[in-house]
């Protein structure tokens, strides 16, 4: 009955150019691995990946990628990493069950992020006990830090503290969600003080940077434009990132 079922969602998936992943969880492995090794561990997962890639393959089925997903960080990167030495096929990277959204994406981060710079994944897939949404929005943030995609904006910020010639922290969250829909890989530092501020704007496209008594600098590609106040710094810096995406654009 498993062989007739399995036969059947290959030829479904034949018919119409479907890619399928195997699917290896520490949390349902099967019966006499786990028997075998006693507890889920990378040499578990990896022989269950191995077992499944055979019946696909002794079916002429290829068109497939490969998961061993745990919610043990360490286990899932030593799994990834064996099974990436066993075989050729486009590996799919994710920790399972992961958690809350912050949990979860400090762990995700921790997992994914250290296969990919390994070179290891093709494919990835944040799991949150969360909206979707925000787990493609980490996917993204993830590939963006590693410099493996280029899209939208990338805010570089420093945390609060006494220098700060704004709130930087709200103005940040403001910022977030008003740059939201450009697509265009632009990068925005908001520095509160003078101390690291000039030399992170000259690193980015648009930049501010605090100042007394509400004066901030702006700069653009890296060079000092003109002093902006507060109240009016949000809008400005909306203005120069659009500004700026849409010269990109072209």
Known sequence: MRKKKINEV????????????IGVNAGSLEKDILEKFKEPCPEALVESALRNINILEDQDFFNFKISVKSSDVFLSIKAYR????????????????????????????????SLLLDGIGDTIRISLSDDPVKEVKIGNEILKSLNLRHRGVKIISCPSCARQGFQVIDT???????????KTPVTLSIIGCVV???????????????????????????????????????????????????????
């Not at 940040?172 to 450009?182: A, F, R």
């Open 172 to 182: 940040v969250k403001i910022l977030e969600e008003k740059l939201s829909h450009i």
């Open 10 to 21: 290959l030829k479904a998936a034949k018919d119409n150019n479907c890619s399928i992943r």
């Open 196 to 250: 690291n501020g000039p030399g992170e704007a000259a690193l980015t496209d648009v930049g501010i940077t605090g100042g007394k008594k509400g004066n901030n600098m702006l700069y653009l590609s890296g060079l000092q434009k003109e002093k902006v106040l507060t109240d009016d710094m949000i809008n400005r810096v909306v203005k120069e990132v659009e500004k700026k995406a849409s010269e990109l654009e072209k």
């Open 82 to 113: 064996q099974l990436s030495e066993a075989t050729d096929y486009p590996l799919h990277l994710g920790i399972t069950e992961a958690g809350s959204f912050i949990s979860g994406s400090v762990k995700s981060s921790i997992g994914v992020g």
